[in-house]
């Protein structure tokens, strides 16, 4: 049996909900999952915003940002996960650009002089009905006396079918603050950075559906832990998994989809497949 995990973020829960193995590897057995670019692009726009969150109002212009991120760029640059990337020149300069596109974008959403802003980075950590609950609110804002809950996205928009996973996460986040303070938040809203807002109300009928759903995760997690198993969720994801080469399900689904061609060619785990190619005179070349 394996130990269920002390808190469930919902970074945690979106994994196991995406893939149990992947899940079991990287939240049970430890594995190292390396940040890829686009994750490290927004930590490093995130970090630059909670900086720039933190002067007061007045001083929070895009000089003021330029210089944050100037000053942020060279313990960023140590880090590890930014080092395995291995950018030449070019690279880590378009690296930075992307990085302070996200930055800048957010003046395109909101004047960030004019935000009350309360809190940033801020850990919560409390229960959500049987689930022992932690994560990290990028911001916390007063507007109009109410409280205003933010979560930074550096990433492209979904489309509205896949919109309500990430409205999921930051109404848990809502239901957090409301079980940790007392107040229940007004809005809740995710900030595309450079893109739009999506600003939702927050009602107790909503934040209770948010725990119903996160408390089904925990007992399917639960039952996974019980009976050690994590079963393999194929999707075209795999061509993203780290843990490819542990899951001869993954490889399997890669595979299948490079033959029938439905794995995108900047998957990173494209396979150099031995495919044969039959040419007969007269038709067309077919892949065996
Ligand atoms: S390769 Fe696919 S099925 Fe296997 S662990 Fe990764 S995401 Fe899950």
Redesign the pocket.
């Known amino acids: 049996m394996t130990d269920l995990p002390q808190y469930l973020s919902p970074s945690s829960a979106a994994a196991f909900e995406g ?1 149990p ?2 899940w079991r ?1 990287k939240y049970v057995d430890r594995l190292p999952e390396p940040s890829g670019q686009a994750a490290l692009v927004g930590s490093f726009a995130h970090r630059v915003l909670e900086l720039l969150c933190e002067l007061p109002n007045a001083d929070r212009t895009l000089d003021a940002a330029k210089r944050l991120a100037r000053d942020a760029w060279p313990e960023f640059e140590q880090d590890d996960d930014y080092a395995t990337l291995d950018l030449d020149d070019d690279a880590a300069r378009a690296f930075r650009w992307q990085a302070w596109l996200a930055v800048a974008g957010l003046w395109e959403l909101e004047d960030p002089a004019a935000v009350d802003v309360v809190s940033t980075e801020q850990k919560v950590q409390t229960d959500l009905g049987p689930v022992p609950f932690v994560g990290i609110v990028d911001r916390v804002d007063r507007r109009d006396g109410k409280l205003v809950v933010s979560d930074y996205k550096s990433g492209t928009l979904p489309g509205s079918r896949w919109r309500a996973d990430k409205i999921q996460q930051v109404m848990l986040y809502a239901a957090a603050l409301h079980s940790s303070t007392g107040e229940l938040p007004d809005r809740a809203r995710l900030l595309y950075l450079g893109q739009r807002i999506l600003d939702i109300r927050v009602t107790e009928r909503r934040v209770e559906d948010a725990i119903e759903h996160l408390s089904g995760t925990w007992r399917r997690i639960g039952e996974a832990c019980a009976d050690e198993a994590f079963e ?3 999707t075209v ?2 061509g993203w ?1 780290p ?2 080469d542990r ?1 001869p ?2 490889r399997a ?1 890669i595979e299948r989809r490079q033959r029938a061609g439905t794995l995108p060619a900047h998957a990173p785990a494209a396979i150099d497949l031995d495919i044969e190619v039959e040419v007969e005179v007269g038709t067309a070349a077919r892949v065996a």
């Open positions: 893939c193995r992947r590897f393999p969720r194929t994801l795999c998994c843990f490819l899951c399900d993954g689904e």
